[in-house]
């Protein structure tokens, strides 16, 4: 009887210092998300980004570069789908078919772009990581360039979000692979 006591005794103890060290192990990877978070220009949105994927809490800083990378990836995916959607809408305007046309070739390179940078962080070439990003954030500029270029035409405001959410979270990206001092 006293054996079986002491035996649920060293199992419950194991059970708390189990539980104990997987709450510090979470909160040190917490503390290091707002550390990475802290070194870019969105910390908010870095920070919600990292949270909302799982993996986050076991990441190490290339992992958590990673993660960004892959939301900026699903973000200009997304925006090609949302392109393609209002291509097979009824506009009758051939120019303003023919932009939305260019500007999802452009959002869909800028997703190419971004694979690329997750290919080139797992091999850790962080020069081309960061290279690839700058060009993903870039590749909304074109699109929006083209609808410039058509007076006639006006910049759809949904287009204009997604952008601006594109370039930001490639800013969060590039900041964090920037930090990695591969230079």
């Known amino acids: 009887m006293a054996s079986s006591k002491m035996l649920l005794c060293s199992h419950l103890l194991l059970l708390f210092l189990v539980i104990g060290e997987t709450r510090l192990y979470a909160n040190g990877d917490t503390k290091l998300m707002k550390k990475t978070c802290r070194h870019t220009k969105y910390y908010d949105l870095c920070f919600s980004s990292l949270k909302s994927d799982p993996t986050s809490s076991n990441a190490d800083p290339r992992g958590l570069a990673m993660i960004v990378v892959g939301v900026a990836k699903a973000n200009a995916t997304s925006t090609s789908s949302y392109l393609s959607s209002q291509l097979l809408n009824n506009h009758t305007d051939d120019d303003f078919k023919r932009v939305l046309k260019e500007c999802l070739d452009k959002y869909t390179y800028a997703a190419d772009s971004l694979q690329d ?23 909304p500029n074109v699109c929006h360039n083209l609808f410039r270029e058509n007076p006639d035409l006006v910049y759809p405001p949904e287009l204009a979000r997604r952008e601006n959410a594109l370039k930001h979270i490639c800013d969060v990206a590039m900041a964090i692979i920037d930090d990695f001092n591969w230079y």
């Open 117 to 139: 940078s997750a290919q080139d962080l797992a091999d850790q070439v962080y020069d081309y990581a960061y290279m690839h990003v700058a060009a993903a954030k870039d590749y």
